[in-house]
């Protein structure tokens, strides 16, 4: 099993700067860990992704603005998220993917309110 607790979400204006932090604990080996986030009546988004070995992925609206990183041996994902925009504003969820079963594991959400 694996739980994933986030951090870091908050309320900023429109321009500013939030750093999310998602810590995995558990005993399983992590492979590939994302953010994902839904904003009220949207489908749940891939917001970004990135591998054990650090190959990352985008959406194409956060790309430029937004960077995952990761500490493989604290088991922690970031997501450095710049020059915010109120269309940033949703929960955002970090998931973990176990490496031996590819099962997927999602920690609680942080909200993100961005105010124009």
């Known amino acids: 099993q694996v739980q994933l607790v986030e951090s870091g979400g908050g309320l900023v204006q429109a321009g500013g700067s939030l750093r999310l932090s998602c810590v995995a604990s558990?005993?399983?080996?992590?492979?590939?860990m994302a953010w994902y986030r839904q904003a009220p009546g949207k489908q749940r988004e891939l917001v970004a992704s990135i591998t054990r070995g650090g190959s990352t992925n985008y959406a194409d609206s956060v790309k430029g603005r937004f960077a995952i990183s990761r500490d493989n041996a604290k088991n922690t994902v970031f997501l450095q998220m710049n020059s915010l925009k109120p269309e940033d504003t949703a929960m955002y969820y970090c998931?973990?993917?176990?490496?031996?079963?590819?099962?997927?594991?999602w920690g609680q959400g942080t909200q993100v309110t961005v105010s124009s």
């Open positions: 998931q973990a993917q176990s490496a031996g079963t590819s099962r997927a594991y």
């Open positions: 558990g005993s399983i080996r992590i492979n590939a």
